[in-house]
């Protein structure tokens, strides 16, 4: 890897409540995550994107935070986390962390003071509160506003327990900074900033008259009054310049639904963040055509501003793509090699390298995803996505937990757990370890460039230099494969002709 290791690294995202539960009560937590990082280290990859872990109320899993400076206590304590930190390193695991700046916990204790302050306060003025609500609706439905006791309306595009802050607040500004010191002082290697096209806000608040977007879509205008403002690129070169300070190691990596590659390349400027999710690439059907259009806007768009793209299939608030794909495990191990060829990083979900699926059929009364109880029950949420690893065992909860899961798991899953997949070289998990180990060994993969082949229609075709080539079938029928010395690594059975659904790499 390179000495910028974030232009080219492979970042594997535990959900920590379900990872692994080292304390019987059912919850993921530090002491499970610690227990489980030489796993992570032999898996291959480079670093681990931990989400929240603050005290929080779990309004929202987590992302309604409470207190930015501590642990929850269902995940540990502040002791735990640094020594988490310290022994993720020494397993050469760099650690970066969920931080959550467009709005807070209605528990944190600048809202609690917000609200017994009343109108015209200056604690109010950390938050959105107008006398009069307009238009605008929660990503989890309904409005995006809430009245309060004396009369006023405080503005949130989540939950009503996730109050937005108003950036234009030099108050707001300095406690984030402080917040980034705190935990950078503590080692941590980068950030992930959750909606982080999102913190600005038009102060006019214009309604905004029929709205599109859901949760996981981009912006359905280019100049959206609460989504992808100008305004953001100011804080976060701020927050570059205060990460310099502490080495130019130390990474941040945005999540920013906009509405185009270039939009998103703006976040990635040299002097503002390092990497960015490439949430076009999540969202593309399994179509070669619309795949190939996408890489390239996205290798296009953010060579303008120097930066790398970074590819994801699957995350914790979007359908795992074995089941999004529909076409179960052959399809999902293509697409994994089609990802790791692709110039640039990576980003893991947690299970998708067990081939776990979307869970769909978990009982009404366990869900517990805001968007359940927002939508009047319309929509399930992403409960589905989250449920906990299976590591051992024939039944649930499958080495996971001592303790009764807070999610239930499949049966089936016993043929996915780690334990049933590790010595089977024909696995979803043996098929991450190789393309791994071959991705960090092979000079041609990572960060760099591409060069299309000629294909047929329904074949993405690419030659990464020095010599290789990644070959991918999306049609119905088998393809001839190029000339070649050998197969480096096959998603499927070798053979001098590539079935469908399936995606090998070759030595040229």
Not at 383 to 410: I, K, M, N
Not at 430 to 452: F, M, N, Q, T, V
Request: glycine residues 8%; aromatic residues 10%.
């Amino acid at each position: 890897m390179s000495g910028q290791w974030w232009r080219d690294a492979v970042i594997y995202q535990v959900y920590i409540r379900s990872f692994a539960d080292g304390t019987g009560d059912g919850v993921g937590d530090l002491a499970g995550l610690r227990a489980k990082l030489p796993y992570l280290s032999g898996l291959g990859v480079d670093a681990l994107w931990i989400t929240p872990w603050y005290p929080s109320p779990m309004a929202d899993g987590g992302y309604d935070v409470a207190d930015y400076r501590d642990i929850d206590p269902v995940f540990g304590t502040l002791a735990d986390a640094e020594a988490l930190i310290d022994e993720a390193h020494r397993h050469g695991l760099r650690v970066i962390v969920d931080i959550v700046p467009n709005h807070t916990s209605d528990r944190h204790p600048w809202f609690q003071t917000a609200l017994a302050a009343g109108r015209g306060s200056p604690e109010r003025d950390r938050y959105v509160f107008r006398d009069e609500p307009n238009d605008w609706r929660s990503v989890f439905g309904g409005s995006a506003w809430t009245r309060v006791d004396d009369g006023q309306w405080y503005l949130h595009l989540f939950d009503p327990a996730q109050p937005d802050l108003n950036w234009d607040h030099p108050e707001v500004r300095a406690e984030f900074l402080d917040v980034l010191r705190f935990w950078l002082d503590r080692g941590v290697d980068g950030f992930r900033i959750d909606v982080a096209h999102g913190m600005v806000k038009d102060p006019a608040l214009p309604d905004l008259g029929l709205d599109h977007e859901g949760l996981v879509e981009p912006p359905d205008r280019s100049d959206h009054p609460h989504w992808d403002r100008p305004g953001v690129h100011e804080i976060f070169r701020s927050w570059r310049e205060l990460a310099r300070h502490y080495g130019d190691d130390r990474i941040f990596v945005a999540e920013a639904w906009v509405d185009s590659p270039r939009r998103l390349a703006r976040y990635v400027r040299p002097d503002e963040l390092h990497t960015a999710f490439n949430f076009d690439f999540l969202r593309c059907p399994w179509d070669a055509a619309k795949l190939r259009s996408v890489i390239d806007s996205s290798i296009a768009a953010l060579a303008t501003v120097g930066a790398p793209a970074t590819w994801v299939l699957s995350n914790h608030d979007v359908k795992r793509h074995v089941t999004r794909y529909r076409g179960g495990l052959p399809r999902a191990r293509a697409a994994l090699l089609l990802m790791l060829a692709l110039p640039g990083g990576a980003y893991l979900y947690q299970g998708e390298e067990l081939g776990l699926e979307e869970v769909e059929d978990l009982p009404e009364e366990v869900l517990q995803d805001p968007t359940w109880e927002r939508s009047g029950h319309a929509k399930r949420g992403r409960d589905g996505c989250r449920v906990p690893l299976p590591w051992s065992g024939s039944e649930p909860p499958f080495g996971f937990s001592a303790g009764t899961p807070w999610l239930p798991q499949p049966a089936h899953w016993a043929a996915k757990t780690v334990a049933a997949q590790e010595d089977e070289p024909d696995s979803m998990l043996c098929l991450y370890r190789d393309a791994l180990r071959i991705r960090k060994e092979h000079p041609a993969l990572g960060d760099g460039e591409l060069s299309w082949l000629d294909s047929a229609p329904d074949v993405l075709a690419f030659r990464r230099e020095p010599g290789v080539v990644c070959v991918v079938n999306l049609g119905s029928a088998p393809v001839a494969l190029p000339p070649h010395r050998k197969i480096l690594l096959s998603s499927a059975e070798p053979a001098d002709e590539l079935a469908p659904d399936s995606a090998v790499w070759l030595s040229t």
